[in-house]
């Protein structure tokens, strides 16, 4: 049964600040795995998705990379801004029925 | 850019009561899935369904729950004599080759 593992659950940083949200997974049998964002009551932002197959993506001031032999993949944040305080959260594909697993989460805080 | 839609975004049902959630998956999807998230905890896997029947539930997907592909667009979850730990956010999702689609969510509150 695949199980996904976010560290740390809460993140208090301030502005401007590089950060690094880890992922674990226990079954590295996975198609790909994604990263969303979610503010408090609203639904799933997408943010990045990564193949099984590479390594890292981008996208502005956030790059995810994944390791999957290990079962790990980081979120990285570079300059934060107290708008990307959020609860970010792991999800990986895997399965037969290509079942998406989330992990618990990261709720982070960017103080101004 | 193709998105699955939910409807209502918010629903409020009297405990007991028959409650159907709705989603449009994106058209060309195989695999259609929903997923629930209790206020404050993690998003847990209800059901997969896939080629007109059921291909994976959870434990949490009992006999209250049953899910639909009515006419080929929709795709509905009943919750049947809903109680008050049915209060929640669904997701629906859908998927093709390995890659999830999730719509943004019907909040369900069971007074």
């Known amino acids: 049964k695949q199980e996904v593992t976010q560290i740390p659950a809460a993140l208090s940083v301030p502005e401007g600040e590089n950060l690094v949200l880890n992922c674990s997974f226990t079954d590295s049998a996975i198609y790909n795995l994604q990263w969303f964002r979610q503010d408090p009551g609203k639904g799933l932002t997408s943010l990045l998705l990564i193949q099984s197959s590479q390594r890292e993506q981008t996208s502005g001031r956030l790059n995810a990379s994944l390791d999957k032999s290990s079962g790990r993949s980081t979120l990285y944040i570079a300059a934060s801004q107290p708008g990307d305080s959020a609860t970010y959260l792991c999800a990986v594909v895997s399965g037969g029925y290509q079942k998406v697993t989330f992990g618990t989460g990261t709720k982070l805080q960017v103080i101004p | 850019e193709p998105e699955v839609t939910q409807t209502p975004s918010h629903q409020v049902t009297q405990m007991g009561q028959e409650v159907i959630l709705r989603c449009v998956p994106i058209?060309?999807?195989?695999?259609f899935y929903w997923y629930r998230q209790i206020l404050g905890q993690k998003v847990e896997f209800l059901v997969s369904?896939?080629?007109?029947?059921?291909?994976?539930k959870s434990e949490i997907f009992d006999d209250q729950f049953s899910v639909e592909r009515p006419d080929g667009s929709n795709f509905t979850l009943k919750i049947r004599s809903t109680k008050l730990e049915d209060s929640a956010m669904y997701f629906c999702?859908?998927?093709?080759?390995?890659?999830?689609?999730f719509g943004q969510g019907t909040r369900l509150t069971v007074v």
């Open positions: 999702a859908s998927s093709v080759v390995k890659s999830a689609f």
């Open positions: 058209s060309n999807h195989l695999y």
């Open positions: 369904f896939y080629n007109n029947e059921i291909s994976e």
